[in-house]
């Protein structure tokens, strides 16, 4: 037991010193990116054009590396009241930067104003992920839209012992119209280390499941080669933070595959 006590010590510790220096390297890697899209962008010269392209690769890249951090450094979590606008903007903010010109990003927001039990950066990391997942697969552009909504139970809610509990859900998903995946992939996804890019992790994805079931969440994947992906994640609300209470109908686009 006491082995145990120094164990969860040393983790929550380490924790911390992860947590507090990827929020402090976040902070240096974004201006960089920033700054070397610009350069990329006004540089008259292409050599100095290329630098400013090999400057926002690394930034960006770094980011990626700081968010698996992030997602790992989980340790100490508080349970606070999220807002969802909060969330979204927060995720806006992120995402300035890694957005090429080839792609449209929209942000839905039913309302800003909802509010339920969980963990603001956890679920910020797990949206991050999944936006930066969806600009890879959309090397020649496309749209990359995240929309919300409150919603049931997907209708295939019972896998693999998850166990949602009844009640009112918001919806959150990731949709892009990229390269979509292949049946392997889509049966390997969550995976530890199950990646199919050069420089993956093959992290993002298995983190975002923990931190979705960590909120008495469901995570659905719906892909089609050639045509995109979408990534749909239903958190449970509070019921007194819930917008209405009339019933929820059943979206038919969530319906069969
Ligand atoms: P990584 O991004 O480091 O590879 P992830 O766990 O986030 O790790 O993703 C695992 C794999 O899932 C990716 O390598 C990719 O093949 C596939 N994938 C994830 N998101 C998408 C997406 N939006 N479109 C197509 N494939 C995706």
């Keep these: 037991a006491e082995l145990e006590l120094i164990r969860a010590q040393r983790f929550e510790s380490l924790a911390l010193l992860a947590g507090g220096l990827s929020h402090d390297l976040r902070n ?22 290329r630098l400013g392209a090999l400057v926002r690769d690394c930034g960006r890249r770094g980011l990626e590396m700081v968010s ?18 909060a969330l979204l903007e ?4 992120l995402m300035q930067g890694s957005v090429p010109r080839s792609i449209e990003m929209n942000v839905d927001i039913f309302d800003a104003d909802v509010a339920f039990e969980g963990n603001h950066t956890e679920l910020q990391q797990c949206l ?3 936006c930066l997942n969806a600009i890879q697969a959309m090397p020649d552009g496309g749209h990359l839209k995240v929309e919300t909504a409150q919603a049931n139970l997907p209708e295939d809610f019972f896998v693999e ?14 949709i892009d119209t990229g390269a979509g995946m292949t049946t392997e992939v889509l049966q390997r996804l969550f995976e530890p280390f199950f990646t199919t890019k ?6 993002g994805l298995l983190s975002c499941k923990r931190i979705v ?19 749909h994640l239903y958190l ?14 059943m979206e038919s686009s969530l319906q069969g595959e």
């Design 28 to 49: 240096l890697l974004q201006p960089l990116l920033l700054a070397g899209d610009t350069l990329e962008d006004y540089a008259d010269d292409p050599r100095l054009a």
């Design 68 to 85: 698996s951090m992030l997602s790992f450094a989980r340790g100490a979590r508080r349970a606070e009241q999220v807002r969802l606008g």
């Design 90 to 93: 927060a995720l806006k903010l």
């Design 128 to 130: 991050l992920n999944l």
């Design 161 to 174: 012992g998850e166990q949602p509990a009844p009640g009112r859900y918001l919806r959150l998903s990731v």
């Design 198 to 203: 050069e420089l993956g992790t093959g992290l």
């Design 213 to 231: 079931a960590s909120h008495g969440g469901l995570m659905r994947v719906r892909s089609k080669l050639g045509e995109g992906t979408q990534f």
């Design 236 to 249: 449970p609300l509070n019921p007194e933070e819930g917008v209405d209470a009339e019933p929820l109908v």
